[in-house]
């Protein structure tokens, strides 16, 4: 008889957005007064930047042409040298040096945030800060690394607390030391972006028990605040105890088309064994590569046009990001986040639980949020507002909250 991975059943519930989604199609079946904005999963709504299109449709007539057509990709790291080398001069416009074949191009840094667990023991012990983006917890429970779930945390978890009275970034722990460390600046869902001093911290003390820091720069383009480390190579030291994971999805309108790339130094080593050449292994094994089409996009996300452009739907993002942060401040909420990356971060009024307010916005202002709550414990008493929407309909939602509340 077939077994199944018994850790799967231990997870709870469902993922948090398809529960949200659940609730949201509830509601909508009972005919809601107004039409729902949706200001909850973060998916973008600006079209793909011209430079981007114009690359597609290039790289599209290609493939219909025997001389030009792409099968597998065979080139390093299972991406084709231009996006690769255009990756790794993107960093050395910020001063930080990468070798291309520390580049991995991948279909999503979600995907790659979950799979890394594929090159480490099931016995590592993982921290990660709370409250969290899902994807970290969920799939070290799926892959039996987080113990028992006991209603409220995993039992062999590290949780960081990140609360308004620590600045919304960990401190370091106390006691045992963890293995692996989940770190995501700019931050999701808190919308906090770490200093280059606080980065330092734990690159030392990551350096200093041989553990491993998984960090997290999706929202890296969204930064304003000056001297914010746009990557974790930037602080020293970092070479020899950090992987980090970017995407396209956010920075460049790619949630459809599928990019992100990680990068893993060779300089990272672990029990004897370079980490660059277990994840190229893995990914040789088990994934097959970026389309051809989608690696030419990428490629013009990275010409000037293609930066300009991109940086344009970014400045509309953060615009967004502003409304909703003024307000929900005049409407009498503590907000957070929305400098530095695309997310807001909104304390609930006092003695209303997550869920408990998300349900109210969804049906007396049918805007839909997200819950704090579902990104772990200390996300309790907030909620997580995105500024990908429409412009007119995020000035419209906001609206609609001031009224209610």
Not at 175 to 185: E, H, K, V
Not at 243 to 257: C, D, H, L, Q, V
Request: aromatic content about 10%; overall charge negative; hydrophobic content about 40%.
């Amino acid at each position: 008889m077939a077994k199944i991975n018994q850790n799967f059943l231990k997870l709870p519930g469902g993922y948090l957005f398809p529960e949200i989604g659940r609730r949201v199609r509830a509601f909508s079946a009972e005919n809601p007064p107004m039409p729902l904005i949706r200001l909850g999963i973060g998916d973008v709504t600006l079209p793909l930047a011209p430079a981007v299109v114009e690359a597609m449709a290039k790289a599209t007539a290609e493939m219909g042409v025997k001389e030009t057509f792409r099968g597998y990709c065979e080139e390093t790291c299972g991406a084709y040298d231009f996006l690769r080398f255009a990756i790794r001069d993107s960093y050395k416009a910020r001063g930080v040096d990468v070798a291309d074949d520390e580049i991995f191009v991948s279909d999503g840094a979600k995907s790659d945030c979950g799979n890394i667990g594929d090159i480490f023991s099931v016995d590592n012990v993982v921290a990660v800060c709370d409250p969290v983006y899902p994807v970290y917890v969920d799939t070290n429970a799926m892959a039996g690394r987080a113990g028992e779930y006991d209603g409220e945390k995993w039992t062999r978890l590290i949780y960081l607390p990140c609360t308004a009275e620590n600045g919304f970034f960990p401190a370091l722990p106390e006691g045992q030391a963890p293995d692996l460390i989940y770190i995501c600046s700019p931050n999701n869902p808190t919308g906090a972006a770490a200093t280059a001093e606080q980065l330092k911290l734990w690159v030392d003390y990551a350096n200093a028990h041989d553990s491993v820091i998984l960090f997290d720069s999706a929202y890296e383009a969204f930064i304003t605040t000056p001297g914010v480390p746009h990557s974790i190579f930037e602080v020293e030291g970092a070479k020899t105890c950090a992987i980090e994971f970017r995407s396209f999805s956010k920075t460049a309108g790619f949630t459809g088309n599928r990019c992100a790339y990680t990068v893993i130094p060779k300089a990272l080593e672990r029990g004897g064994a370079s980490l660059n050449q277990l994840w190229n292994r893995r990914q040789g094994t088990k994934f097959n590569g970026v389309p051809y089409v989608i690696q030419r996009a990428a490629e013009a996300v990275l010409t000037p046009a293609g930066q300009a452009q991109c940086q344009a739907a970014i400045d509309y993002y953060l615009h967004n990001a502003q409304v909703i942060r003024q307000g929900l401040t005049r409407a009498g909420l503590t907000v957070y986040g929305g400098v530095d990356a695309p997310y807001i971060w909104a304390r609930t009024p006092e003695g209303v639980g997550s869920w408990d307010f998300f349900d109210k916005l969804l049906r007396q202002a049918c805007v839909v949020t997200t819950p704090g709550a579902g990104f772990g414990p200390s996300g309790e008493g907030y909620i997580r507002l995105t500024a990908f929407g429409d412009a007119a309909a995020t000035q419209e939602a906001v609206e609609r909250i001031v009224k209610v509340l």
